[in-house]
Nanobody, 125 residues
């Protein structure tokens, strides 16, 4: 069983930084067995891929809209994945979800098996 809990969201101003955390409670398999991704959904828009990290943290991918501003990392000893958001802009306003899937395949599609409840990020101009 896998439970994901996001935290760290809030209201920030454009240009600020914010770090989201995804804490994973997992039974039966090591956390390092999972690829973890961040997605986001803005009001009236479809959910979109943000970033993904493989089991070791050695492979990462980013959406073009956040590349060079966001950084994804993981601490397997803490069962946690982080999304550091720098130089945020109003267009980053959304509910941010972390998602996990077993295996090492990097995927940007939202066909992940496990999802958290999301954390709201609001960026004011």
């Amino acid at each position: 069983q896998v439970q994901l809990v996001e935290s760290g969201g809030g209201v920030v101003q454009a240009g600020d930084s914010l770090t989201l955390s995804c804490s994973c409670a997992i039974s039966g398999r090591a956390f390092s067995s999972y690829t973890v991704a961040w997605f986001r959904q803005a009001p009236m828009k479809e959910r979109e891929f943000v970033s993904v990290i493989n089991w070791s943290g050695g492979i990462t991918r980013y959406a073009d809209s956040v590349k060079d501003r966001f950084n994804i990392s993981r601490d397997n000893s803490r069962n946690t994945v982080y999304l550091q958001m720098n130089t945020v802009i109003p267009e980053d306003t959304a509910v941010y979800y972390c998602a996990a899937r077993i295996g090492s395949t990097i995927r940007t599609e939202d066909d992940y098996r496990y999802w958290g409840q999301g954390t709201q990020v609001t960026v004011s101009s």
